[in-house]
């Protein structure tokens, strides 16, 4: 005990002592109906979530520009680091996208300033799908086609492949369209056998309207494209995918593509499905020449 001979404690700092509050002094926080567009003060409430909350019902209501405002005083004003910089920034482009007048240029200058704020693999897949927005508006459809690979090498998703067909015709050898509508009906008869509920209606309204668009072609080339797109369907979600809780929404896990990887997976995209491509060799040299993601 000698050691502790000299050992002085510090004075124990004195907490205020808490008051609790009358009823008559209690006041509840506002949540009716459209709280987040009131201007008074929400004391327990961050400002961020009030403004992001706003933003998002400005959204819905179609009032684009006015949401934009809002996202880029979220992005000015408050400090933002790592993921939280990068869904700062994508709220700023995905609220532009919605703008029809909003300009190409503008927006791949918002692309840019996005590109280095990605930190990992979930990040890289949105930033992979607002490319393929980006590059529509803007009509670099070597890039736009190539963002749209990239996110199918990873998810085989229905949307993805039928935005192939927004390619301008003039850019598609004979196969491309027909190609690319029948993937999206073998993967949506793909995804009817694991879905349920709205999402089993609203898969068989995309399969109806997909078909109607291959009924318009010829029955030997739909029968040739069934065969040649019928190759590497995902298999599904995992049971570690299904268990993830809700607070690790954002998908962190698996591997970011690289510039050097994406090489591979453009090749490997070019060699399994060269029926489809069949007649666009110009077009894929001008892909597989990009030397950035």
């Known amino acids: ?8 404690l510090d004075e124990v700092e004195q907490k205020e002592k808490l008051r609790w509050i009358t009823p008559e002094e209690y006041k509840a926080e506002d949540h009716t109906d ?10 327990l409430i961050d400002k961020r979530d009030v403004l992001s909350q706003r933003a998002s019902y400005l959204n ?3 009032r684009h520009d006015e949401a934009l405002e809002i996202h880029e005083e979220l992005k000015r004003d408050y400090g ?25 240029t503008s927006l791949l200058s918002m692309l840019d300033t996005l590109r280095p704020t990605v930190t990992n693999y979930g990040d890289q897949l949105q930033y992979f799908n607002l490319c393929s927005k980006v590059y529509y508006r803007s009509g670099d459809w070597p890039l736009f086609l190539r963002s749209l690979i990239f996110l199918t090498s990873y998810l085989d998703m229905t949307d993805h492949w039928e935005d192939m067909t927004k390619l301008p015709k003039e850019l598609c050898g004979p196969n491309f ?24 209606k609203k898969l068989k309204k995309d399969e109806e309207r997909i078909r109607k668009n291959i009924a318009e072609m010829k029955r030997d ?9 019928d190759k590497t369907v995902v298999k599904g ?22 510039l050097s990887s994406s090489y591979s997976i453009l090749d490997s ?24 993601l």
């Open 80 to 104: 933002h680091k790592g993921g939280f910089r990068f869904m700062a920034e994508d709220a700023c482009l995905s609220t532009a996208l919605l703008i029809p007048s909003y300009p190409s």
């Open 1 to 8: 005990m000698e050691c502790f001979a000299d050992f002085e």
């Open 269 to 292: 995209f070019l060699s399994n499905y060269s029926w489809l491509l069949e007649g666009m060799d110009s077009f894929t040299m001008q892909m597989r020449a990009i030397d950035r």
């Open 237 to 258: 979600t995992t049971n570690d995918d299904l268990s993830r809780p809700a607070h690790l929404c954002r998908w962190t896990e698996g591997s970011m593509l690289t």
């Open 221 to 229: 080339k739909v029968d040739i494209a069934y065969r040649e797109m």
């Open 177 to 200: 369209s027909i190609g690319c509508l029948v993937k999206t009906s073998l993967l949506i008869n793909f995804q009817l056998g694991m879905s349920r509920g709205f999402v089993t």
């Open 60 to 62: 819905r209501l179609g």
């Open 34 to 43: 459209g709280w987040f567009m009131r201007e008074e003060q929400h004391k």
